[in-house]
């Protein structure tokens, strides 16, 4: 995605926003996210400690008025009902990534060692592949894709970026 | 009482006041139809989706009521697309309601089956797909409190004809449930307080006023506060018609075809105070360069709004009418002799570049409107169609009528006249109806000639007739060497097209028949068409070239 409107000045901000679990709503976001011209660097989903509430986490490069256009904007749509931005709260950040490697017997122990560093997780293990399991911090998950990029990664996949305040004081609760 | 989808959804229309709709029946509404006689609600027959579309938000525009249409699945409901977009933009609020294949073929690209609530995603303020009747109800209540509450605007609800022919018991919801949507109606006290202390320091004021005052209601407090701190009052187009135009506050149109007069004012204001605009750019031209020596207020209902394109240093979000009842008993007298004697100096200037157009012999457009608007004394509800036709209006018509302008503003979609007419002559039967259309937008959607007949309306219309795409033309004259691509249109002899439609036909070639024509068309107690053959390359003056400051513009020669 590009980001045509105030390269300076921008920043990468976390947004927790909760929204109405209704059909569209999802597309919705997503969408308005492309129409406006936002440039999103993940974007993830999933159920709330509420039933019928749905937490995403955003990632958004934007400089201060943009952000707040952004978060304006998502207030707009019929079915969120709360958006926060914790990018300066103290909050536990998180990312899983699931990467599978070439492995062959030569190389299968240092992978593992390596793995162990990270304290991630090997899950499968092939004749010529291992995959493995890390959350993290996106730093985390990207030192050890760059460390693991030598033997060759097969596949990768990242879930994007899902955060919360720390100490009770949740996403979900704070202005 | 059980009831089948097509019933509740009447009921759940006639629950919300609705009484007419406009609309085109289809494969996948049919069961809705077979309903509609059992219930109080006047269907009008369009030619096009798209005509149904404007027509609801001309009803909308001109009541201050919800429009609704309606379409069948497919193409019915694609040919809603560009109306939508066009309530939307102008927050007029419509509910557009089309039908959709059985819930067992989505998705299997079946016949007349298009993803209408996917495709309509980002151009409505909500909208929804219905499978169940169970949900119907419901979903209609909030499409109707959505469409006309906060920022008004177009929501579609798409229902599947099982969902049309499924029973349930009916109970209507007397509420709705949206966490999600609470308007910000009631402005902030302390704001509002800090708005009189910056207008009462205020020495070279000016009121900037959008749509948002009419929609609110707010011409008595406007006038009010406009009277009370004397206050200068510029509209956007949209605006046009929150202040009888005779005041003499009232400077009338702002921006890219604004007044001279206006726009100085604008730039040399030492305060702006928005009100229900959101500061577009045909008005501002680049952000950066509008008002720099003016400090901004900034009252909308729609916290989006702030700030979106210009800097605010005071925002106020709340209800215009709200806003302002709070707002003027803060505001002291006050009396800008200076100020205002500055301002009427250059508005008398700006006569002498008239003179030309009134003295002169040729059939301008001009002198059409302005006859128009001394003929219906500035109190016709005018439908003003895109182009310069619609600048033409916007300049000379001395709109006295509260809301007396409906235009299309945000989208700028020619062809909006004549079908939104229909909708406003629907809803205000006792108004005098005037559609102000060129050529190109006429022929857009000119079959909607054909409802206007068969309903008997007794619409006005003035086709300033040029042969051109005018206003493309006129950017090509100045800014493309004159190279007239695709703007030449040839048209037919639309008195006579008027006629072979059942209604009357009028030509005018020359200066001196204009206000015959103008009096024998009040005088039929019916439609007329009255086609005046304009110069064909006049020109709207003054204009602004893109992106230059709006007191930087191309004023009129000063002969013909």
Same mark, same amino acid.
């Given at each position: 995605m590009t980001l045509a409107k105030e %390269?300076? !000045?921008?920043?990468r901000r976390t947004l927790v926003v909760l929204m109405e679990d209704r059909p569209g709503v999802l597309s919705n976001v997503s969408n308005m996210f492309r129409r406006r011209n936002y440039n999103i660097e993940s974007l993830t989903v999933g159920h709330s400690e509420t039933s019928g509430i749905s937490r995403m986490t955003v990632v958004v490069h934007a400089s201060d008025t943009v952000l707040e256009q952004?978060? =304006?904007q998502l207030y707009k749509l019929i079915h969120v009902t709360k958006v926060t931005d914790?990018?300066?709260?103290?909050?536990?950040?998180?990312? #899983?990534?699931l990467i599978r490697v070439h492995a062959i017997s030569t190389s299968r122990a240092e992978i593992k060692q390596l793995v162990d560093i990270f304290r991630a997780q090997i899950i499968d293990v092939a004749h010529d592949s291992m995959t493995i399991e890390i959350t993290g911090t996106e730093d985390k998950v990207d030192s050890l894709v760059e460390i693991l990029r030598p033997f060759g990664i097969k596949e990768l996949t990242r879930t994007g970026r899902?955060?919360?305040? +720390?100490?009770? #004081?949740?996403?979900g609760g704070r202005g | 009482m059980k009831m089948n989808g097509a019933q509740i959804i009447w009921e759940c229309l006639v629950r919300e006041g609705v009484d007419v709709v406009f609309g085109i029946t289809g494969g996948k509404v049919i069961p809705l139809y077979h309903e509609l006689p059992a219930y109080p609600i006047h269907h009008i027959t369009m030619r096009h989706e798209q005509a149904a579309a404007h027509a609801a938000d001309g009803y909308a525009r001109a009541t201050g009521k919800v429009g609704v249409c309606v379409a069948t699945s497919g193409p019915g409901a694609t040919n809603l697309v560009t109306g939508i977009a066009n309530a939307q933009m102008d927050s007029s609020p419509i509910v557009a309601i089309t039908g959709q294949v059985a819930s067992g073929d989505l998705g299997t690209d079946a016949f007349q089956e298009v993803d209408i609530t996917g495709i309509t995603m980002p151009i409505t303020k909500h909208n929804c797909l219905v499978t169940n009747v169970t949900e119907l109800a419901q979903a209609i209540r909030e499409a109707f409190h959505i469409a006309r509450s906060g920022h008004p605007g177009a929501v579609l609800v798409d229902v599947t004809v099982d969902a049309q022919m499924g029973q349930c018991e009916f109970i209507y919801p007397e509420t709705v449930n949206l966490p999600g949507y609470r308007p910000h109606t009631r402005g902030n006290l302390r704001q509002v307080a800090q708005a009189a202390e910056m207008i009462n320091q205020a020495k070279r004021p000016v009121l900037m006023v959008g749509r948002g005052v009419i929609v609110a209601g707010a011409q008595d407090e406007l006038v009010e506060l406009a009277e009370r701190a004397q206050i200068p009052v510029a509209t956007t187009l949209l605006g046009k018609s929150a202040i009888p135009e005779s005041h003499p506050l009232s400077l009338g149109m702002g921006g890219m075809h604004g007044e001279a007069y206006t726009n100085l004012a604008v730039q040399q204001a030492d305060l702006i105070i928005g009100i229900g605009t959101r500061f577009d750019d045909r008005f501002t031209s680049a952000a950066s360069t509008f008002a720099p020596q003016a400090k901004i207020i900034h009252i909308d209902i729609d916290p989006a709004e702030i700030a979106k394109r210009v800097r605010v240093d005071l925002p106020i979000v709340g209800d215009a009418l709200n806003v302002l009842r709070e707002l003027v008993p803060l505001v002291q007298n006050a009396q800008h002799t200076e100020w205002i004697g500055l301002i009427d100096g250059w +508005?008398?200037?700006? +006569?002498?570049y008239s003179r030309h157009w009134e003295e002169g012999e040729a059939l301008v457009p001009q002198y059409v409107v302005r006859q128009i608007s001394e003929l219906t004394e500035g109190d016709a509800l005018m439908v003003s169609d895109v182009g310069q036709n619609q600048m033409w209006e916007a300049q000379y018509y001395i709109h006295n009528r509260f809301g007396g302008l409906i235009s299309s503003g945000g989208l700028g979609t020619m062809g909006f006249a004549l079908p939104a007419s229909i909708g406003a002559q629907v809803g205000r039967p006792e108004c005098v109806v005037w559609v102000v259309a060129g050529d190109g937008g006429l022929q857009m959607t000119i079959q909607e000639l054909a409802t206007i007949v068969q309903e008997r309306l007794p619409v006005k219309i003035a086709l300033l007739n040029n042969g051109y795409l005018g206003?493309?033309?006129q950017w090509q004259e100045f800014f493309y060497e +004159? !190279? %007239?691509?695709?703007?030449?249109? &040839?048209?037919?002899? &639309?008195? =006579?097209v008027a006629e072979a439609y059942g209604m009357a036909g009028i030509t005018v070639c020359d200066k001196a028949q204009v206000n015959e024509a103008l009096e024998q068309a009040m005088q039929i107690d019916g439609p007329v068409l009255i086609d005046f053959r304009i110069e064909q390359e006049h020109n709207v003056f003054p204009m602004v070239p893109a992106g230059r400051p709006i007191d930087e513009m191309i004023r009129r020669p000063r002969q013909a």
């Open positions: %390269y300076s !000045n921008h920043s952004v978060v =304006k914790i990018t300066d709260d103290a909050a536990v950040i998180r990312e #899983l990534a899902v955060a919360m305040v +720390r100490g009770g #004081l949740s996403g | +508005r008398a200037e700006a +006569r002498e206003m493309v033309r +004159r !190279n %007239y691509c695709g703007t030449p249109i &040839f048209g037919p002899d &639309f008195a =006579k």
